[in-house]
C-alpha cells in the first residue's frame, strides 16, 4: 500500500508560480509511473503531468506545456514528486492530486492508476 500525501497549495495571483509536492509513506514509490492530475468543480479529473519509473521519460497535458514541470527525486531518502507551476492563469484553479500506477507507464486515464493522495488546493487570482 503506498500512502501519497501532496502539499503546496494556496492561493496566487494569475502570472504567478506555486510548487506542490508529493510524499510517499507506507512504502517508497520509486517502482511506481507517479502522474499529477487535477479537477476543477464540475469538471472531470484530467492529467496534468506524468513521469515514468526512472523519471526519464516525461509526459505533459499541452494545456500546462511550457508552464509546469514535473518531477522526482529522493532527498534524505524521502521520494517526493514535484510540480512546478510557471505562469499560473486562472483556468489552472483546480484541486490538484498526486497518483501512482504499480504496473504500465504513464496514462491520461485516472481508472489506470492504484493510488492517489487527498488533494491541495491551487487557485488563480486574476
Known amino acids: 500500500q503506498v500512502q501519497l500525501v501532496e502539499s503546496g497549495g494556496g492561493l496566487v495571483q494569475a502570472g504567478g508560480s506555486v510548487r506542490l509536492s508529493c510524499a510517499a509513506s507506507?512504502?517508497?514509490?520509486?517502482?511506481?509511473?507517479m502522474a499529477w492530475f487535477r479537477q476543477a468543480p464540475g469538471k472531470e479529473r484530467e492529467f496534468v503531468a506524468g513521469?515514468?519509473?526512472?523519471?526519464?521519460?516525461?509526459?505533459?497535458a499541452d494545456s500546462v506545456k511550457g508552464r509546469f514541470t514535473i518531477s522526482r527525486d529522493n532527498a534524505e531518502n524521502t521520494e517526493n514528486l514535484h510540480l512546478q507551476m510557471n505562469s499560473l492563469k486562472p483556468e489552472d484553479t483546480a484541486a490538484y492530486y498526486c497518483?501512482?500506477?504499480?504496473?504500465?507507464?504513464?496514462?491520461?486515464?485516472?481508472?489506470?492508476?492504484?493510488?492517489w493522495g487527498q488533494g491541495t488546493q491551487v487557485t488563480v487570482s486574476s
Open positions: 497518483a501512482a500506477r504499480a504496473i504500465g507507464g504513464a496514462s491520461v486515464y485516472p481508472r489506470l492508476y492504484d493510488y
Open positions: 507506507g512504502r517508497t514509490f520509486s517502482g511506481y509511473t
Open positions: 513521469s515514468s519509473r526512472s523519471g526519464a521519460n516525461i509526459y505533459y
